[in-house]
């Protein structure tokens, strides 16, 4: 195939040695690979939202002075959805690592300096991803039929994992709602709980979940490693990491190995923590009705 990066930084020695580098062999596309660069976000936008301006991937560095690489990246997620979102930055702090889960959904967080085969390596892992997103939102008919095929017509299966009881009960006591919305004849939730990571991929190589909030500091497997073995046995579930001492390094683990879809901090507010899990349970309907 042919890929199209479109590539955006403020400082123009960067974007010539991006461009540089991207074009030296190995390419990344199998037909070659076409590149669009720019130093003005609002600029590139424009040209994102034109009739032939598709990309496949884009790399946005974060510290630019009009507009920040997450702000650029999250409205670029709303005139393309489909391109892969790679945030190129030389530091960052945690609230910004949480906002490019959070907001800007970036698929991997590339540090300066870069390696060129790592840079390379990061745009090739990301694309594969993603035609493995669309293989998976193909039509029952032609990506076979499963337990995960076709609309959900069955309660989400929610897995909660943290190796803290108390914390473990008051987060199943808080989506459960008391068990208004996980009894009856008709329950909205499945709600399984664990204190053990290894009991939580066996459940899930028993039966996937739709969505998991798993603890990062749990002292069997941290939850990064947890959710990244999670997304090789089930690619569908939505990952949500959860932790109260979220640094850095940790928050572009939970981008680059888990492929989080959301990070919560605790202590979590009961509201903003049920609103996370209905936009994250909307968006893995969607990934069987599209």
């Not at 123009?12 to 130093?39: C, D, K, M, S």
Request: hydrophobic content about 45%.
């Amino acid at each position: 195939m042919l890929c199209r990066l479109l590539v955006v930084d403020d400082d123009q020695h960067v974007l010539n040695a991006l461009r540089r580098e991207l074009l030296r062999p190995p390419h990344i596309g199998t037909e070659g690979i076409e590149i669009e660069t720019f130093r003005l976000p609002t600029e590139a936008l424009q040209r994102a939202a034109e009739a032939d301006g598709y990309f496949d991937a884009a790399i946005v560095d974060y510290h630019m002075p009009d507009m920040d690489g997450i702000v650029f990246l999250d409205r670029l997620r709303d005139l393309q959805p489909d391109a892969v979102r790679l945030l190129l930055t030389g530091s960052i702090d945690a609230d910004g690592a949480i906002a490019a889960i959070n907001a800007a959904r970036v698929d991997h967080l590339i540090a300066k300096p870069w390696h060129e085969y790592d840079l390379k390596s990061r745009i090739a892992l990301a694309l594969h991803q993603r035609q493995l997103r669309r293989d998976l939102q193909r039509p029952p008919a032609l990506a076979g039929a499963g337990d995960d095929a076709g609309q959900l017509q069955r309660p989400y299966r929610l897995l909660l994992v943290d190796d803290e009881p108390s914390l473990l009960k008051a987060l199943v006591r808080e989506l459960s709602l008391g068990g208004r919305v996980t009894g009856g004849a008709h329950p909205l939730f499945e709600i399984i709980d664990t204190t053990s990571a290894a009991t939580a991929l066996e459940l899930a190589r028993n039966r996937c979940p739709d969505l998991v909030i798993a603890d990062y500091a749990m002292l069997q497997m941290d939850g990064i490693e947890l959710l990244h073995q999670l997304r090789q046995v089930c690619p569908r579930c939505v990952r949500i990491l959860m932790s109260g001492h979220a640094n850095p390094e940790i928050l572009m683990n939970a981008i680059n190995i888990a492929g989080v879809y959301h990070f919560i901090g605790k202590p979590w507010e009961a509201s903003a923590l049920r609103a996370v899990i209905a936009e994250a349970l909307t968006y893995r309907s969607l990934l069987d009705r599209l």
